[in-house]
């Protein structure tokens, strides 16, 4: 009993001692609600840096139109993935300005504006629990019938069909019993099911074969439907639906 008391609370204490850490943006009094946002972006002479000697976004302007599809390409440490994390707000810019729908996103209550994000990543974060589930974490309030749904819009339908309980199997630990392909079906479920204005796509098809990447392209196309989308990807296949793409380098 001394054992597992002792365990509890070491954990407590990285527990709280996580709940303790100042966040990295902070929310400005009297924030705006932002039930659905239309989906344009600009941002403007954007700068950003993790470390004051090292630049990863200089001066950086664009501006993306309500349901245009971009691609971001540029080598490793470019600042892909810190345009789309200064987009979502969890890091501010040194200087300039990132704005949705012609207002700083600063104004906007962070939870609101998160909320306007749907994301596939790289490598999907399944939970050690059924399939179903694993797709509503996208939307937990969804109901039965908005989950088959999303499902069978992502393709889902088409693997579950064979596995003996269905839409109950349990994916285990990180969905280790799935292919990376399934795992990826499930992601796009899960936006979906959000059905958030703004899409974004990591490198989602990077980990998987070509027969199965253009099966997960359909799927996404359907997805990408009046949304804006910002795809991150390196194989130029993926990037073939896009509308222009913007490459990166140097800041």
């Known amino acids: 009993q001394l054992t597992k008391l002792q365990g509890g609370l070491a954990s407590a204490e990285r527990a709280f001692s996580l709940l303790d850490q100042a966040p990295d943006v902070e929310e400005v009094f009297g924030a705006k609600a932002l ?16 470390d004051k000697g090292q630049t990863v976004l200089d001066g950086l302007s664009l501006e993306i139109p309500f349901g245009a599809r971009v691609g ?33 996103i600063r104004d906007y209550k962070l939870s609101d504006l998160r909320n306007q994000f749907s994301m596939v990543p790289q490598d999907p974060v399944l939970l050690s629990t059924s399939i179903s589930e694993n797709v509503a974490y996208g939307r937990p309030d969804a109901d039965r019938e908005e989950i088959m749904a999303a499902t069978c819009s992502a393709g889902v339908n088409e693997f579950v069909e064979n596995l003996p309980e269905g839409y109950d199997t349990q994916v285990g630990e990180r969905g280790l019993s799935l292919s990376g392909g399934q795992r990826q079906r499930i992601a796009i479920a899960r936006a979906f099911l959000k059905d958030a204005p703004i899409l974004i796509l990591d490198e989602p098809t990077s980990s998987v074969d070509v027969e199965t990447e253009a099966s997960i392209i359909r799927a996404m196309d359907k997805l990408m439907e009046n949304r804006t989308t910002l795809m991150i990807a390196h194989r130029t296949g993926t990037l073939a639906s896009c509308d222009f793409v913007l490459e990166l380098s140097e800041g």
């Open 35 to 50: 039930d659905r946002a239309k989906g344009n972006i600009c941002m403007s002479k954007v700068t950003f840096s993790y």
């Open 72 to 104: 971001i390409v540029g080598r490793s440490g470019s600042g892909k993935s810190t345009l789309v994390n200064l987009l979502m707000r969890f890091y501010d810019p040194q200087s300039g300005i990132v704005m949705l729908d012609g207002s700083d």
